[in-house]
């Protein structure tokens, strides 16, 4: 239960109604949440939602860059309570869109550092970040802003285990490689790591030696559907645990049929309810920040995938209101 | 069994075959279907299918009122015999496709008038009628001509509660009022109506919270997880029990991978599977006329939408020419 | 030449560059201005930008609704200087976007009061308004707005004419209305009106004759192309004359191939180069407001319209801060 | 000017008009048109609509069966008066929609016998046959009954020339070759036939040769460029002359900026208004027939394609009106 | 375990690595591997992968021919091991891309005979094809090569029976008929012959009555779901046995939210997963040839279903490399 | 004329015909020419048509990678004579397809490194490129790989100028910079350079200021409008003169109506016959190479771009087939 104080505060931070003005009136902020700059946000918002426009990490298919723009449009058709959970993030925690980070769309060193210096800020203030991509390569950068005082758990869900060491004779920083280049850091610890729903061919079994050997707990889609979900979602606790944790969801865990509108989509994965069940199940673990990652709308004539990373957010943004509120008490 | 003059009555109107002729070829009426003149539809035919080609009432996204044409167009496809439940419909009832009501796009209550105007005669003449939408707000004229001499039951498969009070400070005909309004006019029984399927973010909890205090039956998509369909269905038959129903099917049921083209699309619904496997558990229940709502073309550049809003039309005929027979006898 | 006060007020309302951060990235308003209350405009900005998504009035496909959205991320493609003018707008007048009037999607005559009361304070502080619509039906209250001390004359150009008296048996507030209607008003000037580009298959003669007997010019597409498009500028011109203007853009009176997405397109329309030949000629005008309409991004995959629309856009801002700067001095 | 009897049955077959009910509701016929069984047809009508849908006879992309319900859907935007013209078709003579012709998908000879046979009674009954198809090969069996009694000159506007002897080793029934077969068959007249906007890339010199040996008169698209329309347009004219003549339209006569949906689309052909204008200059013609082909819906998102040929087809139907009523007086 | 100079010569045909080169770049061979002439193929490799793009025995819309265009495209994507079952078909067996067979697209029976004349030969030499349709008729004449000296097994995943009699009044020769007419021609064992999948509406009863009546194994999809996949799938082992079998699959077996691209989709199909679990069950069945017909590209603007049916092509290929491998031993 | 060896040689690399196997069928080589190893080019053939599937210098919308790919499937399409020109291309020069060159997509300067040198040996051999991109940044690697003895001229036609000295506070290697880098390392002659069709609105005047400070011509859009394209094209005549020139042609330089797929479209832009007409004005020029870059497929539902890239490529194709043989004689 917020202090009056902190009622008075979130409360100043509400989205639009579409009760009131149409969804798809007026600028399409996320969840049609009030813009705020940056600088601004310390000592006014808990939660910070943030675009990151960057795809220049792609190896395959690109898009992701105009994913923030899509996830924004989509986002204006979410409420103020999630009907499943009865979450209502907007009394628990002052939420703001604070805009894009300035990307450099053809350099993703000189992005990294951009990243890296937009979310530092947020960090020091203790305002927890939703972000929503751009590929999967940018969460490497985030990871090392909110990472750096020490090294956070991770639940991954995808279709791929983004653990590679690097492509095309060395290069090492693509969409390909964040969590590797996270861990070698040491702002991640791969024993508080899981990945969920890895599938589809693969070119060598290195890559998922490296992350066994580095003691990545890894659940790929047959060992789910032979399992369960309940189960897998049990052991995902379990390996993250107490401590500070990010989740990473990339919309490729879906299925194509769900979430066509992807770099690098591989057929059979999760569905849409799956999806919403995988995140439900992850209350009460203490999240610090979270991403969408890879929609790429140019690929998805048919919005769906907008739509998902939208609703993916908005279930996010409730795990993420209660872990402020959590410690907040 | 239909008696000797029904059978000779019935064979005159059967749809035409693709064995014969392509069923891309010639104009597009439903099921390929003779058409008619409403007028001349009473004593000739049990079923009538109707087009109601109006969004003037969406909130959201239009496209619903090419719905019409849309569903016609896919309806094509189906053929005579239903392989799963082995219903021919066209050998229990004599159907013919009556064209469209005339509506106004632009004014809404004055296609209130004319859509009730147009199933009065159809009532009195005790011809079921199948419509295709148009947005929910539709259902509701159609219930005030079918529900004027005893209150309906309902089985209603949608996204949302479509029981609010109003929008924009008191605007109350809109496509998220159908079932308040009809309930407020005595053409609804709102204890023998059950609601399938809801899901999403909500703006408040007054809407469920009236629909609850009416004595509606609410089954969110979460309880359907939880309990599984065979629980909920034969909740739904005890809930309607032995009354004239109606059933209204708002396609946004189904999750955005299966029916992308509809106004209101909400992650997390159900599949092409489960739409079929509760219409086909709703066999025995006296339906006097149904609705298939929400089918936006312009919204779906693949036509999947069309395609499942077509076989659940057809599915739907198949429920309502053995409710015919059934009352025959 | 702006006082420098003047300058110094205006310096402050300028374009991000996608020289500095992508165009992709960052919400989308108009042009990527700065955003502004309508209630803080007065004072501050010389024109506002404002989109007015409503399509309730809309007689044939719907989809202009989401015009303003689809236009707001067209224009961030739009830089600081007209290349072929050479005007630079933001120089000349300080430009912001004032947001979307709250339209209530279901009903009309709201929709029509909302939007006076939105445009009324804007004309009172002496603010252009460039809109961007949504249907063609909403030029009428923004007329009634702006023409409410005198009447204004009207360039017009469009496929069609938009002076029905009706449809559906007495409908009178549709999209093919609003010039009618603003006549009868007194708040527009038929004698000083032109239309040019109408073309297509009509439904009657009586539209046109009413028109012509209200001393309204038509210049039909056929004209256009046997006189040329200078001598029916030039025309334009001398029918206009030196009294205050208003400048409404049909975006259908492009041909199909140049903006498919549009409700009522009409094959043999205007090619984009002479779009910008009709703005471009119109310099010296004495313009005291603007709008776009009829952009329907739903019925466009490839976006060109939106693109058309943000581009016609950004030409008349050049044309109307030119008419600011010539009144200011 | 129709005698009195001819006045009242020619008023019996109008179009729907849009301002009485929407041009997107009701089935769509073609232009709104009284559908009516061919064999009904004789004596009550002067122009017969027919659709065909087969594209078993393309060599290159299919999807142009599905042209005739397609142009059906677009041409319900047609009104009753041509504004460009001045020509009222439905004042003229008396049109309906004859449905489909029944076409074997997968049968180029017995769907060339099945034309045939459909139109022939046609011919004999004097009724003008406005067909759309449909590949470019269903003009020849429409030639073979209509030219049967006498050779028929021909306009044909069209990217390709169509008259190979064959493919593939010795296939003789392709879209490239109705007109070599019309020709062999005495059904069309070589020196009264005229090809205009042929372009693009050719496989060999021997089908020009051979077209120019039979006295065909070419005129490519660069020749159209250098001598301008009008002059092309009255070279027709003398090469078609008095006598009975056929027009045939290949929608890939215009650029594919203008008409997408077609299976062999070509660089640089027509715009809308060119098209326009080429009929335009055709009135005064004796045409017996026309077509309008090659309209493949599945290959244009936006549905442009379908609104060209929709509005061809209007703009034929008022030369054939017009062909119809000189011939009564 | 091949033997040393099995994998030197296995060696030799490995498809490009995303990992050194990007997976959209070079020319879209099958999975990336070697392209071949088909005369060069006999002692060189064991498993060629063909495209038979022809549609001309298509009913209802089509598109096909395009399907090995695209599957080629979507097939860039899969990597050299399948991740679910660990095989790595490179190891096992020689694999290249032999090309296209030369269809004649206006010709069904042609066609037949230049498909039977491709195949012969790599049956003759014990080359395993894996071909891409192409409509379902292409799996006739496959038979007829590969079941010469012996009638097959056949495992055929369908929505479909395509064991019709004909159409239109005695054409036999269409996509629905494939079976019957390999039946008939004994290069078929309808005794060891299962379907899985089939459901939908049907025009009559004798189709299915004359499949039971020859002993084919019907599990249509109300079946699957009411018994489960593993005991469908291990029925289907045990109707196969031993012999050589072929496995047909028609990508309108899926769902069309799975694979909308396709000429007859019928709502209530399989998941992707249900596709992966299906494929996988077939492991150390006889397999002799295997076929992924019904993919139609311009009918999906996603293009998911190209994606699926190159991944259902990527697992039967590792089934065929198995069976090749266990055949060498 | 050839010699005669050089006769045989040519006649050895034809496109497959249309004629024998349908256009759509086998892989796509561009113009369905052979595929030939680079190292193997020398001596070999006189016309190498490679890809560079690269955007990842692209500051706007990506998309331009897949353009090979695109191309390549559009110019099946294309036939063995210009029907305008008459230039058989095949009969004058040995042309093959040399695939693509290996990028990295993720390092732009790796790139131009990797380009540069996959095109230094054919220049060597005196193999003339004809690439396809890719972005615009790719002809600047070109340039150098071609310009490296001595300074190249220029014919350019785009909408932009390309000559920025760099973006994002020093970012140098973008789409934007690829002249003023070529103009700098001395490998173009910025004399003898000519920017055609460049329009819309810019961000500043510098760029302009500095390439009309190196001599560069430039011909905006509004100046071929007020002078006509014959007078343009003579001044590009006499400004590259008789030197070695190399033509690149950006495909947004056309209207987006007739070129929507690229990541910067302006409107505005030149009609396709345009197009043409400026290709087929530089007959005798002495092309040394030349590029179409831009195309960008998934921003181009209806395919029209990749069919515009692939037929100017046909088009220059033709005129460095004379430059060859000029070159020859």
Redesign the interface.
Known sequence: MPSEADQERIARYRPL?????????????FMRLP?MEPREAPGRIDIGLV?I?F?????????A??G??GV??AST????????TGIAPYDLAACA?L??????????A?TARAIEAFYRPLAQAGIVPLSVGGDHFVTYPVLRALGRTRPLGLIHIDAHSDT?DG???G?R??HGTPFRRAIEDGVLDPRRMVQIG????????DELDWALGQGIRIV???AV?DRGLPSVLAEARTVVGDGPTYLSFDVDAL????A??TG??????F???E??QILRALRGIDLVGADVVEVAP???????TA??GA??A?EILCLLAEAVAARRD
Do not use: C, K
């Open positions: 109604s579409g009760m009131e003005t149409p969804r798809f009136s007026g600028l399409a902020s813009v675009g426009p795809d220049g990490a792609t190896t395959n298919r690109p898009g860059r105009l923030p723009r924004r449009e058709g979410t409420r103020a309570r999630n009907a499943a869109d805009g894009d980070v300035p990307v450099n769309p053809v350099d993703v000189a590679d492509q095309y004779d290069t920083l693509t890895l599938r589809g061919s693969t070119d060598s079994v790929p889609m047959e559907i299925d194509p049929a769900y066509p509108g690098t989509p591989e057929m059979g994965g569905t849409s309810r999806a919403l140019p690929l998805d004539p048919s919005g769906v739509l998902v609703t993916l908005f």
